[in-house]
């Protein structure tokens, strides 16, 4: 059975300011909070078992892309989030970016640099027909661009 992507998690520095900069530069939707998320509070057991004995406050909200993928924005309070100072180890396990699928990815550079972010790469065609560019978000998130979906990049390349 294939399993759908439901959603990414950010951490960001001010949740504001992040809800209203992926609402503004990609048109994502605001679909729930913002909520605060307290260690004290009736029925915050399962993010105090998730974040572990150190976590007591955090900020969240959710947001939906076009097509239904989640991006939940968390601001963490307690202990306060903190960008990193080297943001893009991508020789390290884990995520180490997301993709927006952008039409016009060179439009979409421009607003991410005009609002607070940074591209960090060139334009490059990467298949035929498929341009890509490495930005990162005013929190220090890295995020790459791609001008053609997943499936059409990849599916029946036959290399």
């Keep these: 059975m294939t399993h759908a992507f439901n959603h990414a998690g950010l951490s960001v520095t001010d949740l504001d300011k992040a809800v209203e900069w992926y609402s503004g530069v990609f048109g994502l939707r605001l679909i729930r909070g913002p909520l605060t998320l ?3 509070a ?6 105090a078992d998730i974040f572990g004995p150190r976590w ?10 076009a097509n239904g993928t989640g991006i939940e924005l968390f601001e963490f309070e307690d202990p306060a989030a903190e960008r ?3 943001n ?5 396990t884990g995520i180490f970016h997301i993709a927006f ?9 421009r607003r991410i640099e005009e609002s607070g972010g940074r591209r960090r790469s060139g334009f490059h065609e990467v298949a035929p027909g498929c341009v890509v560019c490495y ?17 059409q990049v990849n599916a029946n390349r036959g290399d």
């Excluded at 009736?42 to 993010?47: A, L």
């Excluded at 007591?56 to 892309?65: D, M, S």
């Design 42 to 47: 009736p029925g915050n057991e399962p993010p």
């Design 101 to 109: 699928t952008c039409p016009d990815i060179e439009d979409a550079a």
């Design 56 to 65: 007591k406050r955090a900020r969240i909200a959710h947001l939906a892309t």
């Design 38 to 40: 307290d260690v004290a």
């Design 135 to 151: 930005c990162e978000d005013p929190f220090g998130n890295i995020l790459e661009l791609v001008n053609r979906s997943y499936e």
């Design 88 to 92: 893009f180890d991508y020789w390290r």
């Design 84 to 86: 990193r100072a080297e």
